[in-house]
């Protein structure tokens, strides 16, 4: 059939007629020349059927598809790549972070409270109160007046310390120091008097 | 919620921080004599070490050992069975080195405790020998031995006689 020249401006727009798809002012232009043109509207007719018979053709296609879990099927062949573990907790972390700030700041705020109090005893633990030294030490001795005895340090060739209490009498009323001392010394070196025992000094 | 944990923090902090310091030191009550030969076999290194002193004492024997601990309100007391008194009082803590002081039968010693060591003090006769109060970390470590070829120890401080 051929196309007349007033025909050729409206044979694209027909298409769009039959769909519906055409604006008001166009579509009454439209049905204008169809009332007018036999070849048209023959036109028109014709591409009304094959739009009918595409529909019953689709409807009949889609009746043999099961589109039990279509969605499902969809998205999974949709779905990217599971991303690697510390990408994806990143994108926690953050996400967590931009949407639940005020819980987080709690959180680590009560962490480090609770750091600050448990730390000096998780530390005093390692560290004997009172130990800082290295090794112990005799720092002073000394003996009352009453007790009649003068004590003597003696320092071990490992570092460790004796303090050992000697008799120490007291002088004598009158008599000089040096020769109380003297007597006792003599005294004690007499064969007459016995010599200690272990257990004295 | 945040802020009864800042209550507790502060009530447990400020609980932590007036507790009174504390220290411990083992105190071990010795008996040495020279009758006969049988000695304790964990007190080997406190005869070797008054050996090397020039102590000749063949035996020695461990009454009692306890861990005695002293705050600076309340010393601590040990009763030695001579009927002696072993008084110990914390004196300071000064830099985190405890400063304790001693008074066995009238002897008054200043110590100041460290992680090694012992002071052994004499505490007078008991029986047929003598009592020692040995003085040590809390940790109850024992002396170290005096090595191989030690000859008896100088003294260090000896009062000098009028």
New interface residues.
């Given amino acids: 059939m051929t196309v007349s020249q007033a025909c050729q401006t409206f044979v694209p727009m027909l298409s769009p007629f039959i769909d519906g798809e055409l604006p008001p002012t166009e579509r009454v232009t439209v049905e204008r020349h169809l009332a007018a043109c036999k070849d048209c509207t023959m036109r028109a007719a014709d591409l009304r059927a094959e739009s009918g018979l595409l529909r019953v053709g689709m409807e009949l296609a889609a009746d043999q598809v099961d589109f039990k879990d279509f969605s499902q099927k969809v998205m999974a062949r949709i779905t990217p790549e599971r991303p690697p573990l510390f990408e994806r907790l990143k994108v926690s972390a953050s996400e967590a972070f931009l949407y639940q700030r005020g819980t987080w700041v709690?959180a680590m705020?009560?962490a480090a409270?609770?750091m600050?109090?448990a730390l000096?005893?998780i530390l005093r633990e390692r560290?004997?109160?009172?130990?800082?030294?290295?090794?112990?030490?005799?720092?002073?001795?000394?003996?009352?007046d009453?007790?009649n005895?003068?004590?003597?340090?003696?320092?071990?060739?490992?570092?460790?310390?004796?303090?050992?209490?000697v008799d120490?009498p007291p002088?004598k009323p009158g008599a000089k120091?040096?020769e109380a001392?003297n007597e006792e010394l003599e005294l004690d070196s007499s064969p007459s008097t016995p010599q200690p025992?272990?257990?004295?000094l | 919620?945040?802020r009864w944990?800042?209550v507790v923090?502060v009530l447990?902090?400020g609980a932590?921080l007036a507790e009174e310091?504390?220290?411990?030191v083992t105190a071990d009550v010795i008996h040495?004599?020279?009758a006969g030969n049988a000695s304790d076999p964990a007190l080997s290194a406190v005869k070797d070490?008054?050996a090397?002193?020039?102590?000749?004492?063949?035996s020695y024997k461990r009454l009692s050992s306890q861990k005695l601990p002293l705050t600076k309100a309340k010393p601590a007391e040990l009763k030695l069975p001579n009927g002696k008194t072993a008084v110990l009082e914390?004196e300071d803590?000064k830099?985190?080195?405890?400063?304790v002081k001693v008074n066995v039968?009238?002897?008054?010693?200043?110590?100041?405790?460290?992680?090694?060591?012992?002071?052994?003090?004499?505490a007078?006769?008991h029986g047929?020998?003598?009592l020692i109060l040995m003085?040590?970390?809390?940790?109850s470590k024992r002396?170290?031995?005096?090595?191989a070829g030690?000859?008896p120890?100088?003294?260090?401080?000896?009062?000098a006689?009028?």
């Fill in positions: 709690t705020a009560s409270v609770v600050l109090v000096p005893f560290t004997p109160t009172g130990y800082a030294s290295e090794r112990m030490a005799v720092q002073s001795v000394s003996t009352e009453a007790a005895v003068a004590p003597v340090v003696f320092e071990t060739k490992s570092g460790n310390a004796i303090i050992w209490v120490h002088a120091d040096d001392v025992n272990g257990g004295e | 919620m945040t944990v800042v923090a447990l902090g932590a310091p504390k220290v411990e040495a004599s020279n070490e008054f090397s002193a020039g102590f000749p004492f063949s914390l803590i830099a985190g080195t405890a400063l039968g009238g002897t008054k010693v200043g110590l100041q405790l460290g992680r090694e060591g012992s002071v052994f003090v004499g007078g006769a047929n020998g003598q003085l040590s970390p809390g940790a002396p170290r031995r005096a090595p030690a000859h120890a100088s003294a260090v401080g000896v009062p006689r009028k």
